[in-house]
């Protein structure tokens, strides 16, 4: 008997379309991470990008749990001294909602060679539309 390893070659991506509205950012970043993975497959193999491309429409409705709008508070430094900067999750809903759900789904991608490769896979959209229909995306119903 010999073990089946999957290979990235042996499988042709899908596209999927999620619409964001109403939903849970937490609830629906670990399902895009696991599209992303391919982790949904039976074949699913850690080394092997078996994952699919996944379209994110309605970015700017989804919603946090408590009041994480005010107390969620996002980090980075500019590069120079006493450079830390930060912003709330409100305030970057505001100035570009695409990017709380991009850093969500971000986190919970594994952290080595794989990461950079997967987000690229994410298009994420603030509104209804989007430019890849033409990938014919199907429509993914995600509970919460």
Known sequence: M??????????????YLI?????????????????????????FTPHADIGDCVVVVNAEKVHFTGDKWNQKTYYWHTGYPGGIKSITAGKLLERN?????????WGMLPKNK???RLIKRVK??????HPHKAQMPEVLEVNR
């Open 2 to 15: 010999k073990s089946f390893m999957a290979r990235s070659e042996d499988f042709a991506q899908k596209w």
């Open 19 to 43: 619409d964001a509205n109403g939903k849970t950012v937490g609830r629906l970043a670990t399902k895009i991470a696991n599209l992303l993975r391919g982790k949904g497959k039976p074949q």
């Open 97 to 105: 909602p695409e990017e709380i759900l991009r850093k969500a789904v």
């Open 114 to 116: 794989w990461q950079k």
């Open 124 to 129: 994420i959209y603030s509104g209804e539309s």
